[in-house]
């Protein structure tokens, strides 16, 4: 049974830093891309950055994420990290962990997903 656990999120004050981490297990083949998604209140779900796991190969972070954010891997572990530093209020939303199961990192390959955990970035 494929199962994505998320833990780290919290709240912090603007300009701090969180690690959310996501323990995957249950797939049987080896090729994987897991991802961190987020949804703000009102607002539409997007991508924040994914890892191709055979090979850790990363996409994103994007847009206003780049150079703050960064996704990585301790396969080790079978857990995906997401570092974020210089938080900013407008970061505050739902961040889920998601992964395809197959050879793709494309956003509609992302099929399995975690219940989410919450950052919340105050003023």
């Known amino acids: 049974q494929v199962q994505l656990v998320e833990s780290g999120g919290g709240s912090v004050p603007a300009g701090g830093s969180l690690r959310l981490s996501c323990i995957v297990s249950?797939?049987?083949?080896?090729?994987?891309?897991v991802g961190w998604f987020r949804q703000a209140p009102g607002k539409e779900r997007e991508e924040v950055a994914s890892i191709y796991t055979p090979s850790s190969r990363t996409f994103g972070p994007y847009d206003t994420m780049k150079g703050r954010f960064t996704i990585s891997q301790d396969a080790a572990k079978n857990t995906v990290y997401l570092q974020m530093n210089a938080l900013k209020a407008e970061d505050t939303a739902m961040y889920y962990c998601?992964?395809?199961?197959?050879?793709?990192?494309?956003?509609?390959?992302?099929?399995?997903w975690g219940q989410g955990t919450q950052v919340t970035v105050s003023r």
């Open positions: 249950g797939f049987t083949d080896t090729y994987n891309c």
């Open positions: 998601a992964a395809t199961g197959r050879a793709s990192c494309a956003e509609e390959s992302f099929i399995y």
